[in-house]
C-alpha cells in the first residue's frame, strides 16, 4: 500500500490516511460571523481525510480580518460550530478547527467601534488588501471587496496579555464544539507572523528584537492554549519562507529552528509547514526539512503545491507524516479516492471561493 493512503496515529486519533485538507477560507459565515449550517456539509462531504483542519476561525472581533469569515468566541458561534463537528463526526472524519488573530490584516470597518487593528508594531504592509462588505449586503451577495489594510496600533504589554487570553477562549469554545483538536495559526504575516518576523517586528521591549523574544509571544499562545486542551490536542502553523501579507523574517531558518525547537519542549502534537504556492515561489531547501524532523519529534504535516508522487515521496523520505492538498479539496470532495485511484479532477471554480451560498461550495461532484 502506498504510504500516504495508510492509516497514521495522530494522537488519540487513528487516521484513515495520510491526506490532510488544510484551512482554507471561504467567507460564508452569517451574520454575528457565527459558522454557516451549509458548512457542515461542506466539511461531511471531505471526511475521507485523514484529518480536515478548518477555515481560519477568528478567536475574537479584533482578530478579523475579511468579510464573513466565522468566529469561535460566542456562544451562538460555539454552538454552531458543534453543529457541524456533529456532522463531520457521522461521517466519521477528524476535524481541528484553526484558531486565527489577523492582526494588522484587517480594515477599521470590520473592527468594533471602527478601532485601529493590532500589531506587534505600527507597521503598514503597502499593499496588502482585506476583504470587506462596505455596503453590508451579507455573505450570499458575494459582494465583497479588496482594499488596503488599515493602519495597526501596536500591541501593549497588556493587550498581549489580553491576546493570549482571547486564544485560551477559543480553545475552551472548540473543545465545548466537540473538535477533535485546534491549530494555531502563526503563518501566512497574521499575528502571531508579525510578532516572529525580523521586517514585521520592530518592537524594543521583550517582544521584540532578538529571536527568543520574536518567538515568547507564539511560545505563550501556545503554552495558553495547551494548558485548555492538552498537548496531544494542540498543532501550529508555521511559514518559514512564504513572506506573505509582508512578514518576512531576515534569517528564516534560523528564526524558525528556534521556534521549532521551543514547540518540541511544549510537546504538542504536530507543526504544520505552510510552503510557498505561488509560481516562481521560494522554494524550502530538503536540508531545512530534513532539520525540522530532527529539532521536532511530533507530526510534520507540509502543505502548499503538492501533487500525488511529491506528497508520496516527501512521506517515504521520512521529513514529512502527513500532507495537505488545498484547492484541489475545493472542488473534489472526494478527493483521496480520486488520487488513490489515478482519477481525473475537477477543476475548481474561483469565481465563487469567498462569499455566497452553496454555489461552489458543496454542489461539485464526487467520481462515483
Do not use: C
Not at 61 to 89: F, L, N
Not at 136 to 160: D, F, Y
Not at 282 to 290: A, E, G, R, T
Amino acid at each position: 500500500m502506498k504510504a500516504l493512503y495508510k492509516e497514521y496515529k495522530l494522537g488519540h486519533n487513528i487516521l484513515k490516511n495520510r491526506i490532510v485538507m488544510p484551512p482554507m477560507t471561504r467567507s460564508r459565515a452569517l451574520n454575528g460571523d457565527v459558522a454557516n449550517p451549509i458548512s457542515a456539509e461542506y466539511y461531511a462531504q471531505r471526511a475521507s481525510a485523514g484529518l480536515i483542519i478548518t477555515e481560519g476561525t477568528q478567536v475574537s472581533q479584533q482578530g478579523k480580518g475579511y468579510a464573513w469569515t466565522p468566529g469561535i468566541y460566542s456562544e451562538e458561534q460555539t454552538e454552531a460550530w458543534k453543529t457541524i463537528t456533529d456532522e463531520v463526526h457521522r461521517a466519521d472524519g477528524i476535524l481541528f478547527a484553526q484558531l486565527w488573530h489577523v492582526g494588522r490584516v484587517s480594515h477599521t470597518s470590520l473592527q468594533e467601534n471602527e478601532k485601529a487593528p493590532v500589531s506587534s508594531s505600527e507597521l503598514v504592509a503597502d499593499g496588502v488588501q482585506v476583504y470587506i462588505d462596505p455596503e453590508n449586503k451579507g455573505q450570499e451577495s458575494g459582494a465583497g471587496q479588496m482594499v488596503q489594510h488599515s493602519k495597526p496600533t501596536a500591541l501593549s504589554k497588556q493587550g498581549i496579555k489580553d491576546v493570549v487570553g482571547q486564544f485560551r477562549n477559543a480553545a475552551r469554545n472548540a473543545i465545548k464544539a466537540g473538535f477533535d483538536g485546534v491549530e494555531i495559526h502563526a503563518a501566512n504575516g497574521y499575528l502571531i507572523n508579525q510578532f516572529i518576523d525580523s521586517q514585521a517586528n520592530n518592537r524594543t521591549d521583550e517582544y521584540g528584537g532578538s529571536i527568543e523574544n520574536r518567538i515568547r509571544f507564539l511560545i505563550e499562545v501556545t503554552e495558553a492554549v495547551v494548558k485548555i486542551t492538552g498537548k496531544d490536542k494542540v498543532g501550529v502553523r508555521l511559514a518559514p519562507l512564504t513572506t506573505l501579507q509582508g512578514a518576512v523574517d531576515d534569517t528564516p531558518e534560523k528564526t524558525y529552528m528556534e521556534a521549532i525547537k521551543a514547540l518540541e519542549k511544549l510537546g504538542i502534537l504536530f507543526i504544520h509547514i505552510a510552503e510557498a504556492d505561488w509560481d516562481d515561489a521560494p522554494l524550502m531547501p530538503i536540508s531545512f526539512k530534513k532539520n525540522i524532523r530532527k529539532a521536532f519529534s511530533g507530526t510534520t504535516i507540509y502543505s502548499g503545491k503538492y501533487d500525488k508522487e511529491k506528497a508520496e515521496n516527501a512521506i517515504n523520505e521520512g521529513w514529512a507524516d502527513m500532507i495537505g492538498f488545498g484547492r484541489a479539496f475545493i472542488a473534489n470532495p472526494d478527493l483521496p479516492y480520486r488520487l488513490k485511484h489515478n482519477l481525473p479532477l475537477t477543476t475548481p471554480n474561483r469565481e465563487t471561493f469567498f462569499g455566497g451560498g452553496a454555489k461552489g461550495l458543496t454542489d461539485y461532484p464526487f467520481y462515483n
